[in-house]
């Protein structure tokens, strides 16, 4: 079965920096475009970016074009955001999606709080 697993999230002062990672498996990782969302408290689930199936290509919302960095090793069947300058609204909780014939999978997701 599908598992994403998240790890990384923590608590960092704003300037700082993160690298969040997502571990997979029980699916053909490399076929499939990757993606992370955040969920901030009393607000719905957002988009962060994505990174296409061999890495050829990124996607990011523009809260955090130029900030955060999007990649994945197919070798280790895992997917890495990179997060620089942190701010406070980036706190939420960051989860790992995948899609696969019109079915989101998510992992449990990691923590991000970003103090001021």
């Known amino acids: 079965q599908v598992q994403l697993v998240e790890s990384g999230g923590g608590l960092v002062q704003r300037g700082g920096s993160l690298r969040l990672s997502c571990a997979a498996s029980?699916?053909?990782?490399?076929?499939?475009?990757m993606s992370w969302y955040r969920q901030a408290p009393g607000k719905e689930r957002e988009y962060v970016a994505t990174?296409?199936?061999?890495?050829?290509?990124?996607n990011y919302a523009d809260s955090v074009k130029g900030r955060f960095t999007i990649s994945r090793d197919n070798s280790k069947n895992t997917v890495y955001l990179q997060m620089d300058s942190l701010k406070p609204d980036d706190t939420a909780i960051y989860y790992c999606?995948?899609?696969?014939?019109?079915?989101?999978?998510w992992g449990q997701g990691t923590q991000v709080t970003v103090s001021s």
């Open positions: 990174v296409t199936s061999k890495g050829g290509s990124t």
């Open positions: 999606n995948v899609r696969m014939f019109l079915y989101d999978y």
């Open positions: 029980g699916f053909s990782f490399s076929s499939y475009g």
